[in-house]
């Protein structure tokens, strides 16, 4: 009994460290999971090269809109979580805009994937992904989603989706 409310502990502190870690701590941690597992999730960004809306959803001066489709490249994949990385002064860098990885529950609601759960043959999409900033910047964010495989295995997906420093909209 006592290794079982050790090791629950363990787990819910485990929990904590992973979501409440610095960016740079959460970079360190996705980079190395990233490096080290194989490829069998398609993440693609519709465009790849995103040309800024002023205003818009994100709530800053500018938004860059474009949408991320989601795909298993190899049997089920049950989805543990997604986020991006963006470029930064020559490194990636974590960011999300609740500063920690979305979760399962956040991938089913955005994406309309029930439980999470990546099925081959179907795609499962965020038509209104977004990045906002109050300049107009060229920027690029490094979108991953990782999961467990039917063998219970980790695997990835990674795509990369740029915003032009231009407008959808003519400058007086």
């Not at 990885?101 to 999470?116: L, M, S």
Request: net charge neutral; proline share 4%; charged share 25%.
């Amino acid at each position: 009994m006592k290794l079982i409310l050790i090791a629950v502990v363990v787990a819910i502190l485990l929990g904590v460290v992973i979501y409440t870690s610095s960016p740079k701590d959460q970079t360190k941690r996705i980079e190395k999971l990233l490096s080290s597992l194989p490829d069998r999730i398609s993440i693609v960004h519709t465009p790849e090269k995103v040309m800024a809306n002023k205003g818009g959803r994100s709530g800053r001066n500018y938004t860059w809109l474009h949408e991320t489709a989601i795909s298993s490249k190899d049997g089920k994949i049950e989805v543990q979580e997604f986020g991006a990385l963006v470029w930064h002064e020559g490194e990636w860098i974590f960011s999300s805009i609740y500063d920690r990885p979305f979760n399962e529950k956040e991938f089913e609601e955005w994406y309309g994937c029930p439980n999470a759960v990546l099925v081959p043959g179907e795609v499962f999409k965020d038509e209104m992904n977004y990045t906002g900033g109050d300049s107009l910047r060229p920027s690029k964010s490094k979108w991953y989603v990782i999961g467990k495989s039917e063998s219970r295995k980790l695997v990835k997906g990674v795509a990369v989706v740029e915003s032009l420093a231009k407008s959808t909209q003519v400058e007086a």
